[in-house]
């Protein structure tokens, strides 16, 4: 199975910048290059291997040129050079670096990072104008649909003429999705338990691993930060408090926010100001990029109608919707002192700004309770999305 994404990358196998796929360990970037390996075998030259082969990471890490240990000099046919994991090398930027300036007519390099943080602190070289990013999430609905082979449900997400038998198949999925999330291995597993055991290793092990990597000092107080920030999911994000329950310092909290933003694990989504300066100081609010992941977190596995915290489940959802539409930097929330609140405003194509609020059933929506921002924004249209219209609404 392909990832939506997948053409993207294909198609950018014919420029010289470097193909940089990021995302959260267990997303499917390996896969990707396999993939990529396989289909392109026989009409091109290609090289695929693994940094988390201790060898193969010390001979690159000795010299950048030591590459040509392990694939031909280029001579008249250009090289697709595939690494997995680059960010094990000390100095992944340099590697890149000297590499694509010496051979980029002759070397076409695609690598993958399982954390973005990696980047910040160990690419010491921004490569500007070298590369190209592609952030690899975990499934989204349809992506979901397409794994379980049932394309033909697709084209109906978010559309006004569902039939009534595929809306009912697109709910359950839906359901689904809102308990067990999106990672490959998750939506495959036939059996709930199974589903269940793979999230508890993702947020075990994997998580775990991304505290040691970035050198944090307590694994364990990351792990537990994860769980109490799985509660509070579409709060407010408030340091003191937080740090306060787990009992560590504000700096400390705010290293391990940075490095779950970064490990792709969760966003924090800014409000929405006029004044930008204004916004910068307020308080983010927080969601998780897998509700999988998050219910692991939540210990909470239940259906989603027997649960007490649907409604920020399926407003996690939509957060999950509106960044694949529109991209993280342009969702807001809106706030005032007097705690009127709208979930989401988005900033839209050609300053076509457009707000969400989202409520489990829409009986519970009161249009007289957002007034004071339909007052304040008369050019932002602002619409409730409940979970009967959730797979209807164009967002």
Request: aromatic share 12%.
């Amino acid at each position: 199975m392909k990832r939506l994404i997948y053409k993207e990358i294909f198609s950018h196998l014919s420029k010289k910048q470097i193909s940089l796929i990021i995302g959260a360990r267990q997303v499917g970037k390996s896969t990707i290059l396999k993939q990529l390996h396989e289909e392109i075998k026989n009409s091109e030259l290609v090289f695929s291997f693994s940094l988390e082969n201790k060898q193969i990471c010390k001979l690159l890490n000795d010299n950048p040129e030591n590459i040509f240990q392990l694939i031909p000099q280029p001579q008249n046919q250009r090289i697709v050079v595939l690494i997995d994991e680059i960010q094990y090398l000390d100095d992944p930027s340099n590697f890149l670096k000297v590499n694509y300036d010496t051979y980029q007519e002759k070397l076409k390099f695609v690598v993958t990072g399982s954390s973005s943080f990696y980047i910040d602190r160990k690419f010491k070289d921004s490569l500007a104008g070298r590369k190209r990013i592609f952030e690899l999430s975990t499934l989204s609905l349809q992506e979901m649909l397409h794994f379980r082979q049932r394309d033909e449900l697709i084209q109906y997400i978010n559309s006004d003429n569902i039939p009534l038998l595929s809306l009912d198949e697109l709910k359950k999925y839906l359901y689904e999705y809102l308990v067990f999330g999106g990672y490959p291995e998750v939506v495959l597993a036939e059996d709930i338990q199974e589903k269940k055991l793979i999230l508890k290793e993702l947020g075990t092990s994997y998580a775990k691993k991304d505290a040691v990597e970035s050198n944090l000092n307590i694994a364990d107080v990351y792990l537990n930060l994860l769980k109490l920030l799985a509660t509070r999911t579409g709060s407010l994000l408030n340091v003191n408090s937080l740090s306060s329950d787990i009992a560590v310092d504000n700096k400390t909290i705010e290293n391990y926010l940075w490095v779950m933003s970064k490990s792709f694990h969760i966003d924090l989504v800014r409000p929405f100001f006029k004044n930008i300066s204004s916004e910068l100081k307020k308080m983010p609010k927080v969601y998780f990029n897998d509700l999988g992941l998050r219910n692991y977190f939540a210990n909470n596995f239940s259906g989603i109608g027997m649960r007490e915290d649907k409604g920020e489940l399926l407003e996690n959802y939509v957060y999950l919707v509106l960044k694949q539409k529109y991209g993280s930097d342009s969702i807001r929330y809106w706030r005032t002192q007097t705690k009127k609140e709208v979930d989401f405003v988005v900033y839209g194509d050609n300053g076509k700004n457009k707000a969400f609020e989202v409520k489990f059933n829409k009986k519970s929506y009161n249009k007289s309770k957002y007034m004071n921002f339909t007052t304040n924004y008369p050019d932002i249209p602002l619409n409730c999305i409940d979970l009967e219209s959730v797979l209807v609404n164009k967002l």
